[in-house]
């Protein structure tokens, strides 16, 4: 294929992905507060039921995120697990990169970058290379692929901790049948929505 155009079908991609982001980051915005607490706790309680299943939860832990905007909030998960003395911990970004650390309770943060609660550097880092990762998203499909927002902290950080285990959250809402993807882009094993869980 020419060069030519192979630079017209990655632009096109592009726009692609850029168009289904902003539609279904509008639709996920217009959610209001109610729904937001009744569907993130329906996909708490799916996630607590799962992950009280798993007898290596103690040792592997947890990697999870600090919701922003309208984004699936697992407060309710995060309870859980800090009361059950699992290991928790949360994103820390770091110029082009992010790092993971743990955290004792839901007081262990401050604003970070991008506006969003980050652990304080009291906490230290984690080393947890098989943890259980809750990984946010703008966009999924059922095959497991995932639209972050553009920086690609999240895909660089699994081509590199691959022994994650991964889990998509998403209200039902932002989940396509099929998504255009990148040979950068890594697959979720694992999605989560309010509707239960569902394996790739």
């Known amino acids: 294929m020419e060069l030519s155009k192979i630079w017209v079908k990655n632009l096109e991609k592009m726009e692609a992905k850029k168009q289904i982001r902003k539609e279904l980051l509008a639709k996920r915005n217009a959610l209001s507060k109610n729904d937001v607490t009744a569907l993130s706790e329906q996909i708490s309680i799916h996630l607590q039921q799962f992950l009280d299943t798993q007898s290596n939860l103690q040792i592997h832990g947890v990697y999870g995120y600090y919701p922003r905007s309208n984004e699936v909030s697992l407060m309710l998960l995060y309870t859980w697990l800090l009361e059950k003395k699992i290991p928790l911990a949360f ?66 950080y699994f081509s590199i901790h691959r022994e994650l285990k991964r889990i998509g959250i998403a209200y039902d809402l932002q989940i396509k049948e099929a998504i255009p993807t990148e040979k950068t882009d890594i697959q979720m094993q694992l999605l989560a929505t309010e509707n239960g869980l569902v394996f790739i």
């Open 91 to 156: 994103p820390r970004v770091l110029g082009n990169t992010m790092e993971f650390y743990q955290v004792n309770s839901m007081e262990d943060f401050k604003e970070g970058a991008f506006h969003i609660f980050e652990p304080k550097e009291t906490c230290i880092r984690a080393d947890l290379e098989k943890a259980f990762c809750l990984v946010p998203g703008s966009v999924f499909d059922w095959n497991g692929n995932r639209y972050g927002y553009g920086k690609g902290y999240y895909d660089k």
